[in-house]
């Protein structure tokens, strides 16, 4: 609170303080108020009191901010400062450290491709992980088409001024906004108007180069941001490199402000996945399989324009194009090798001893096994070129009690995606090797060529029509009201070979016969490769909001929020859904998809849609420690979902469909506070959710222990109240800064999450070693199979940074994290892994491949968390406005 007399040469500095999102400290205020105000010198005002509030801009598009007293959710924001502070590589590393309710689940084991949780929400790079987050940068939504992923590698963290977390299903934003929107603020010339440089290494080879620049001439704005990351990675065969270029231009004048801005990255990633958390616990840097890489391209551009009609009247508009092109390889080991071993109609590779070289009881000759007569590993290869433009307009229109947005949004996305897989060997360090012999000897064509599996184009267009009012009747009091209408439309086209395994391609003449590489013109062709349609399916949704903020008493707000919400299905969720035609008597025959690398045909799927509720208080308790305040909130959260889409097994390796699951439940408490003390600052964190299944289900997992087998599939029961996997129950963020100079501060961050489940374990009733040498449905189990319980144990997890600042604009820091190098996970799922201990004579390999599948095991795979690192730094900044005013 300021209360005192001013004089209006003082005037342009105090409504810059008090005009603009606080996140970011930066000014705005047009010419027209600047010759206002230098109108008015020498002139002494009658004593003034403002109000200091903290503001957030929660539009995708500029033209209004709203204070926080004013917010019906809990809405967390991050500035452009803390991030810089923060030293983190990524978004998902600084979310997961600082903002309520956020986890992260690592399943590729790359800092760049983690899933992001937020409520029991996910925002993933990963297709196949359903998705409920929006994501939005300076107002174009970039969750992309194909699977509603997000890739947090296209995101530099040296461009962004700052970010803002958004709860429920704000009809501001658009589609898939279930659990929240996160949207991202970049710098430019005007709020960013200084040089910075900085350069870190250390641990795992990690090397990070980075670069900024912006500055004004009080009409036009120019800024750049360079970053280039690169490491060998701390896992086995896991190098990344990342580099990404942001450039923006504003143009201001009394009337508003055009903006350009340009985005191009270019990134290799290698993320090894989960492991068999046995082998993990001999060796940390372990995979199970190598390599598995994506090289991502995009090339994003974006012009947006804000005009002030008049002093009440503001209209925003921006129109973008997006282009990305991905190339991914995976690798894993070839489960069909049993039926390859026992294969018909290729000349019978017999062992030594005489059996096959699957020695397991599904070989007509059982024995030993043996090694290198064929392929025991498979390469999947995929190709992604996707388009996206799009335009929107947004009114905005202030007065003393009303803050009214209405905008529309046109956006159309077109894809084309296509995936293939080759034989390979696994090596003796676990990297898979082409080996073109098994052609030549045996006929398999896939040793030599991909065989293409899916060939997928496919369009959406969205056109939507949004508006909001927070209406003001007394000055305590706020109420909001709004809605959202979506029209959307998404066509398939989908070329699926029709689920050969990969050892039947054995006949050259018929494979290679140019007349069979087409459509099947009916069910009785069976000639032709590729079973072939064509899908078009329209969603509308209409998503309302209503909301209150109530501000009791001076520093004490209360609020509550209820909003809908809706995800329409994306183009691979409608190219891999459920065939119900090809359930026959409750077996399931469909062929099911590799996510990313298989797709069937294409039936329809309804549309996600989300009921939100929030209420809470926030406040200030002011002369806490020290007479400082301190900063308090209390939020109650629910959200309910109906035709949740999820991705569930078939029964074979990685293999499912996507299908309409039923209803599930997201519900918790979060609460937080920080405050200071002397040099010391200190925050705290925590969060208690349930994220839960709430309709009955069935499906097929042969690696979960409680699964009852039922006409020879194995069959796993779900029932109301069981938990999602990778949510945990309980997340504590806490952080202590102490600044004893001006020059020196330190952090220490702690980072708690309880257990969770793994995905498989979706009924939560998996149980390790659970089966005894019973007889079920005539299969003998294993009493040692089923490693593992299934779940990933709490664990937390420390972290260090300090910087010391020199007087010359010179910085250096160092950042140090899991100080007490705990051993722990992120994630998991349940799988089956063939690099098992042999007995009997089984035959083993170099990498460790047990020829006997009868001693395969079932086990929990888990997402390792990094173990203690450190890295050093030197960084360089320089204000060219505080330059300018010390040459002046």
Same mark, same amino acid.
């Given at each position: ?94 979310? +997961? ?315 159309? +996305? ?475």
């Amino acid at each position: 609170m300021l209360n005192k007399k001013i004089k209006s040469v003082l005037l342009l500095g105090v409504y810059s303080c008090f005009s603009i999102a606080a996140d970011t400290n930066d000014a705005v205020v047009s010419s027209k108020e600047v010759k206002a105000i230098e109108s008015t010198k020498g002139i002494e005002l009658d004593e003034v009191e403002v109000k200091a509030k903290r503001r957030t801009v929660i539009t995708p598009l500029p033209g209004l901010v709203i204070d926080r007293e004013q917010m019906t959710t809990n809405v967390q924001s991050i500035s452009g400062k803390e991030i810089a502070d923060s030293k983190s590589v990524n978004i998902t590393d600084l979310m +997961n450290s600082t903002m309520q309710s956020v986890t992260i689940n690592d399943y590729t084991g790359n800092p760049f491709q983690q899933d992001l949780n937020f409520r029991g929400f996910t925002a993933s790079p990963q297709i196949g992980t359903p998705q409920g987050i929006s994501v939005y940068l300076d107002g174009v939504r970039v969750n992309e088409a194909f699977g509603e992923v997000v890739n947090w590698d296209f995101i530099p963290m040296n461009a962004i001024a700052s970010l803002d977390l958004i709860p429920g299903s704000n009809p501001l934003f658009g589609l898939n906004t279930l659990g929240g929107a996160l949207a991202i603020t970049t710098k430019n010339g005007f709020t960013h108007n200084q040089l910075h440089a900085e350069i870190m290494g250390g641990s795992w080879g990690r090397e990070q180069a980075q670069f900024s620049n912006g500055f004004n001439n009080g009409k036009l704005g120019l800024f750049v941001a360079y970053n280039h990351f690169k490491e060998d990675g701390w896992r086995d065969n896991s190098p990344s490199n990342v580099r990404q270029l942001f450039t923006s231009a504003n143009l201001r004048s009394d009337y508003g402000e055009v903006s350009l801005t340009a985005l191009n990255v270019d990134t290799a990633l290698t993320g090894n996945g989960v492991v068999p958390y046995e082998m993990y616990e001999q060796d940390r840097r372990a995979v199970f399989t190598s390599p598995d890489q994506n090289k991502n391209g995009l090339e994003h551009y974006n012009l947006t324009g804000r005009f002030d009609l008049n002093d009440n009247l503001t209209l925003s508009g921006l129109t973008y194009r997006r282009s990305v092109k991905q190339g991914a390889i995976g690798s894993d080991f070839y489960d069909g090798f049993p039926a390859m071993s026992n294969r018909i109609g290729i000349s019978t590779p017999l062992c030594a001893d005489g059996s096959y070289p699957d020695g397991g009881t599904n070989s007509d000759s059982p024995g030993s096994g043996c090694a290198g007569l064929l392929p025991n590993g498979v390469l999947s290869n995929s190709n992604l070129d996707q388009g996206s433009k799009g335009l929107a307009f947004q009114l905005n229109h202030v007065t003393d009690k009303n803050q009214f947005t209405a905008g529309v949004t046109y956006d159309t +996305n077109d894809i084309n995606f296509k995936q293939s897989e080759m034989f390979a060997d696994i090596g003796p360090d676990r990297r898979l090797i082409e080996n073109s012999s098994y052609y030549t000897d045996y006929g398999l064509i896939a040793a030599e060529f991909p065989i293409v599996r899916n060939r997928l184009t496919g369009s959406s267009t969205t056109k939507s029509i949004f508006l909001s009012d927070t209406w003001s009747p007394v000055e305590t009091v706020h109420f909001t009201l709004g809605a959202r209408f979506n029209h959307t439309r998404v066509k398939n086209y989908l070329e699926s070979e029709r689920g050969k395994a990969l050892y039947q391609f054995d006949n050259p003449t018929s494979y290679f016969d140019s007349d069979n590489d087409r459509c099947a013109e009916n069910d009785s062709d069976s000639e032709a490769r590729f079973i072939c349609t064509k899908g078009n399916y329209l969603y509308r949704s209409f998503n309302p909001s209503a909301g209150f903020a109530w501000e009791v008493k001076p520093n004490l707000v209360a609020y509550g929020n209820v909003s809908r919400g809706a995800r329409t299905p994306s183009v691979i969720e409608l190219g891999c859904a459920i065939d119900r035609t090809q359930i026959v008597n409750d077996v399931n025959f469909q062929f099911g998809c590799a996510i990313p690398t298989s797709l069937t045909a294409d039936p329809y799927l309804k549309q996600v849609r989300s009921t939100s509720y929030e209420a809470g208080t926030r406040g200030v308790l002011q002369s806490f420690l020290g007479n400082q305040p301190l900063n308090w909130n209390l939020s109650l959260f629910r959200t309910e979902l109906s035709n949740d889409i999820l991705f569930v097994p078939l029964g074979r390796k990685n293999r499912g469909v996507f299908d309409n699951f039923g209803a599930t439940l997201r519900q918790g408490v979060e609460a937080s506070f920080s405050s200071t003390w002397n040099a010391h600052r200190f925050s705290f964190n925590y969060t208690w959710m349930k994220a839960t299944f709430e309709s009955p289900s069935s499906i097929i997992n042969p690696n979960n222990s409680s699964n009852v087998v039922v006409d020879s599939q194995n069959y796993v029961y779900v029932k109301p109240g069981d938990e999602l996997p990778g949510m945990p129950n309980h997340i504590i963020q806490a952080s202590w800064n102490y600044t004893p100079t001006k020059k020196f501060d330190m952090t220490l961050n702690m980072v708690l999450h309880s257990s969770s489940y793994v995905r498989g374990n979706e009924n939560n009733e998996h149980q390790p070693r659970a089966a005894t040498n019973t007889v079920v449905s005539g299969t003998n189990r294993d009493p040692y199979d089923y490693i593992g319980k299934g779940t990933i144990p709490g664990y937390a997890v420390f972290n260090i940074r300090a910087n010391y600042k020199f007087d010359n604009g010179f910085s250096a820091f160092a950042r140090l994290d899991n100080l007490f190098d705990r051993e722990y996970a992120t994630a998991g799922n349940l799988g089956r892994t063939p690099f098992t201990p042999a007995s009997g004579g089984a035959a083993t390999d170099s990498a460790g491949f047990n020829y006997n599948s009868d001693q395969w095991k079932n086990t929990t795979f888990i997402g390792p968390g990094a173990p203690r690192a450190i890295w050093f730094g030197l960084s360089y900044d320089l204000d060219w406005k505080s330059r300018k005013t010390k040459l002046d």
